[in-house]
């Protein structure tokens, strides 16, 4: 057995380090899986930040990832009863050990929720094993589902990544209706993907605001009508520009995928009276904001949702359409760039300033 490299966030705030730890010991229903392309998101800019609960440092970080897998023991199979064989090419479900048997997961029906569930790359640390996608393999442990991509080029489904199940999530929580007008506020990955999905459902009008440029230039790749950059237009200005474009009365629904508190009250006053407002950007605890529970809430009649993470059916779906040639067109317009293992910082640097649409990490690559 090898030595597999791996990049870590040793403590919060600390440099990122390049590490080699031994090729685990694979128990029965477990795998190896050699990892293709894994990606640096928003939540890895938290997790250095130290800005997340739950979690064990060190960390190997990257919670979506995909490759092949190399080594299965005992059988694993798909959903679908199918058998998963040595180098088939698979993503898999980050969440781990939902219990399935407490009151979340039985009578909320709210497994996002439930608090026995672990999340490989936030919540398994290197003390638990080769758990993050930063590395040359991750050790699947018995248990974690994984999903077959056929011989889909793992840059098309990375495009979406983790962005594309969260996406899929806030919108199904939002109740895209066909026709709606839809305003996505924030054009980072959860926003893109949100955009794209929407027009799967049927949205009649498309909106987005956000920043920079590039993301913006994306945001009407992936099916925005119109958008607007966040940074040179003030609240009454944003306000201005979506009434204009839908009568005057705002967006049926809003999607806040931005991150700031500030963007939830916006995306409440961004929205029609009675219209469904679905809050998914605050992700980390960023701080308190006000708003006037009766102008902003109960006169208007907003049904305001929270979102949370993403369970099995959303990655389901999502590999479901990074399968078919025509609905994965919209990540085939995503821009991503791709950094070798070792160059994880600047990766991480770079989404941390925006200076990317989307970051994939090669393990497969030397710098
Ligand atoms: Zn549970
Ligand atoms: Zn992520």
Redesign the pocket.
């Given at each position: 057995m090898g030595a597999l490299r791996v990049a870590l966030i040793p403590a919060p705030g600390a440099p990122i380090e390049i590490r080699e730890v031994k090729e685990p010991a694979l128990e029965t229903g477990a795998a190896l899986l050699r990892v293709e392309l894994s990606e640096v998101?928003?939540?890895d800019v938290s997790l250095h930040d130290g800005r997340l609960e739950g979690v064990p440092y060190p960390l190997v970080p990257g919670?979506?990832s995909v490759g092949r897998l190399e080594k299965i023991r005992g059988d694993l199979a798909d959903v679908d009863g199918r058998p998963l064989r040595e180098g088939d090419r698979v993503t898999f479900l980050d969440v781990h050990r939902t219990c399935h048997a407490c009151w979340y997961c039985l009578v909320a029906k709210a497994t996002t929720r439930c608090p026995r569930r672990r999340v490989y790359g936030i919540t398994y640390g290197l003390a638990d094993g080769l758990c993050g996608g930063w590395a040359e393999a991750i050790h699947l442990k018995p248990g974690t589902l994984c999903l077959p991509l056929g011989d889909t080029a793992p840059e098309l489904f990375m495009a979406g990544?983790?962005s594309l199940p969260t996406a899929l999530h806030a919108v199904e929580r939002a109740g895209v209706l066909p026709g709606d007008t839809v305003l996505v506020l924030g054009s980072g990955p959860v926003g893109l993907s949100a955009i794209a999905v929407s027009s799967m459902r049927g949205a009649g009008k498309i909106l987005c605001i956000g920043a920079p440029d590039a993301r913006l230039e994306a945001a009407r790749a992936m099916g925005a009508a119109a958008t607007l950059d966040h940074t040179r237009s003030d609240e009454r200005a944003r306000l201005d520009w979506v009434r204009e474009r839908t009568a005057g009365r705002g967006a049926d629904v809003t999607i806040e995928a931005a991150g700031r508190p500030e963007a939830v009250v916006q995306a409440m006053r961004f929205t029609r009276d009675a219209g469904r407002v679905v809050i998914v950007g605050q992700y980390t605890d960023h701080g308190d904001v006000s708003f006037n529970p009766h102008a902003d809430l109960n006169r208007r009649q907003l049904d305001v949702l929270g979102c949370w993470g993403s369970d099995f059916s959303h990655f389901h779906r999502a590999t479901g359409i990074v399968r078919d040639p025509d609905r994965s067109r919209p990540w085939s317009r995503l821009p991503a760039r791709r950094y070798p293992l070792a160059e994880a910082a600047r990766a991480l640097d770079d989404v941390r300033r925006l200076a990317v649409v989307k970051a994939l990490l090669d393990p497969r690559v030397s710098a």
């Open positions: 998101c928003g939540t919670h979506v990544g983790c």
